[in-house]
């Protein structure tokens, strides 16, 4: 069965420093998503990203995020100088085309430690 | 904005009950609705999809329905296990059938043997 997967599983980075998380779609899926999930509190949107640009943003994702879509398969979210609040679960998700295919599948997450 | 609440936070059964799971969602222009498992520690896992013209879906022992003008879905789950526990969040898309999700904060499920 398709799956979006996403690496890694965990990451712990010091304050201030850059961190890339990584996701790789279901290979068919054209909207692709991130969302956080900071312990204990509610999954949180993103952004979004479909025909190779952002479509929608949370005021949570300012300009030090960004996502990209560098090869055709892999979606890439890059947290520029990380803050200790950027501690959370990541999660990627993708969605089909169409109003008939709007089911959302989300990886297993990249849990981030900021120290 | 939409805001979406799950009430009661948390949920105890013995095995073999039939139980229900509410959500509720404060702009009925809904999309579509979600309904996703999640074990501790790990991803979302889809459970069920019911778009807004439907009014319930099923998958097995579960059946997830669809009130858009009250703003409420509710997910069945027959014959519980223990393997059911987890916490279960629904989730609603209200811009577009393919835009953001909004989450609840999840029910977490426990069903003791």
């Known amino acids: 069965e398709p799956e979006v997967t996403q690496t890694p599983s965990h990451q712990v980075t010091q304050m201030g420093q850059e961190v890339i998380l990584r996701c790789v779609p279901i290979?068919?899926?054209?909207?692709f998503y991130w969302y956080r999930q900071i312990l204990g509190q509610k999954v949180e949107f993103l952004v979004s990203?479909?025909?190779?640009?952002?479509?929608?943003k949370s005021e949570i994702f300012d300009d030090q995020f960004s996502v990209e879509r560098p090869d055709g398969s892999n979606f890439t979210l890059k947290i520029r100088s990380t803050k200790l609040e950027d501690s959370a679960m990541y999660f990627c998700?993708?969605?089909?085309?169409?109003?008939?295919?709007?089911?959302?599948?989300f990886g297993q997450g990249t849990r981030l430690t900021v120290v | 904005k939409q805001e979406v609440t799950q009430i009661p936070a948390a949920l105890s059964v013995p095995e073999g009950e039939n139980l229900v799971l509410n959500c509720s969602f404060t702009?009925?222009?809904?999309?579509?609705l979600q309904w996703f498992r999640q074990d501790p520690g790990k991803g979302l896992t889809s459970l069920l999809l019911?778009?807004?013209?439907?009014r319930e879906q099923t998958s097995g022992r579960l059946n997830a329905s669809l009130d858009k003008s009250s703003g409420r879905s509710t997910l069945y789950i027959a014959a519980s296990q223990p393997g059911d526990s987890a916490t279960y969040l629904c989730?609603?898309?209200?811009?577009?059938?393919?835009?953001?999700?909004?989450f609840g904060k999840g029910i977490t499920l426990s069903v003791r043997p």
């Open positions: 998700a993708s969605r089909g085309q169409g109003t008939m295919n709007t089911e959302a599948f």
């Open positions: 989730a609603v898309s209200s811009t577009g059938a393919n835009s953001k999700l909004t």
């Open positions: 702009d009925s222009a809904i999309y579509n």
């Open positions: 019911i778009q807004s013209s439907q």
């Open positions: 290979s068919n899926h054209l909207y």
């Open positions: 990203f479909y025909n190779n640009e952002i479509s929608e």
